[in-house]
């Protein structure tokens, strides 16, 4: 016996399990258009809905479409319960700590500092090699930082989807031209690697030409006769100047190559990230308000110290259940009819026992319980059941009356309802086997009535109390 009942009790969660019907909402960020579909058990779209009624207890997926995670986060509110969300993305927090440093917007090209003059003109064609590489990594070092900015700034965009920020970080890096660069198009990692290396081996070859520059003009200031003092000075500002080149040249491409690793780790993170947000929501209730608000990201607050954190937009999106079996009581006014089952009986002056019909409505005051099924919106049909007592003082029908009939129901938290069926109520009966008209040596007929219970009719309308489910 216990195996059965056992046996019973999995089949029966086994159909509440598999039996659960599965719908998705998808809001998409950038249209805002609302789109609601119906899955089958492996969560396939099987069709297209219009604003539909969900069956109560069916499982929710709801997909939030084109959220860019680097500028906006997802709050959620619903009335009933929290949602649980079942994917978060990933962290940024371990790209935080160096975001300032990268929205920064110092350029750090290599100006200013390049010598002139006749000691430059004894270096040699070292002079041309200097100023046209100076010149070269300098185009290399801005078209970084555009790219750099370029990336940051479609990253805040909260609308920009995944593709088009990727497309546009793209699109700047071909601006880079260099016959040893591969097409960022094609491979944007090689590319970020081979711009590395460019700008790498850019910066040794200045090195070594500087350093040569500096060391002829050394020796041929040896070679020559006694300097003067003014000779002296200018080869002295000549080297110092040199030198200085040489720290800009290292400050100027370490910033770079720092971009680049950054741009690099952004890039990833951008092609790793998930644009949209799935929640799962188990619908029980008969009508759920989900708030989404959109607040501005950790991230862009890290980025821009400017940046509060303030709500960028609201959305509510609403679902309606339908199915499932309600349950509530109210308070209703009845009236009840019982035709000619329901009598006064009297006896005449001759003797003869006679009666008067009530057909007519007897009012009450009655309490309900209306059942019906849930169709999810403002219009239900059901059936109730109650209790009635009569209210009026006059009338024939004495204690408590049962109802019980079909009901329509209006509304869906204040329900009211109009009830109509049968009534099982009290009405009084001739004993003792004397019937209407016999004729009888008493002057009363009360010690010879009863009140049994019969069947009559009623009708009224009924207001909800609470709810019992």
Known sequence: MKKILVSLLFIVMSTYIFG?????????????NITYYKLDKNYKVIDTLNKPKIRRNSLVELELKNVNPFAVDVETDVKEEEVQQSGQGFNFS??????????SGNLDLNVGNLPTGGLLEQASSRGDKITSGFSDLNEKIANVSTLKTTLMSK??????????????????ARMQQDARLPDPKENFYAFLTELEKIVQEDKVDLSSEINSASKEVDKKTDNDKVLSRGELIERNYFISDLQDLLKTLNSSTTQTVENLDKIKSLYTMLESSDFSRTYDYELNA?????????VQSNFAKSADVKNNGNTIKTRNIKLFAKGGFKINTGIALTLSNFGSKSKDFYISEGGTIGADENNYFTPNLSTMINFYPYTGGNFNIGGSFGLAI???????????????????????????????????????KLTNGYQVGD????????????????????????FSLFDIN
């Open 286 to 294: 008969d009508k759920v308000n989900i708030e989404l608000k959109f």
């Open 94 to 103: 371990s790209l935080l700590g160096g975001i300032n440093t990268f929205s």
């Open 20 to 32: 659960q019907e599965k719908y998705k909402v998808v809001y998409d960020y950038n249209s805002e």
């Open 439 to 462: 004729v009888v040596n008493f002057s009363s007929i009360d010690n010879f009535t009863k009140e049994v219970y019969d069947f009559g009719y009623f009708f009224g309308i009924s």
């Open 390 to 428: 009569p209210i009026s003082g006059d009338s024939n029908v004495k204690g408590l009356s049962f109802l019980l009939g079909p009901s329509i129901h209006f509304g869906s938290k204040n329900t009211v309802s109009l009830s109509g069926g049968l009534a099982y109520g009290p009405v009084k």
């Open 155 to 172: 990253l805040l965009n909260p609308n920009l989807s995944k593709d088009e920020i990727l497309n546009s970080v793209v699109a700047t």
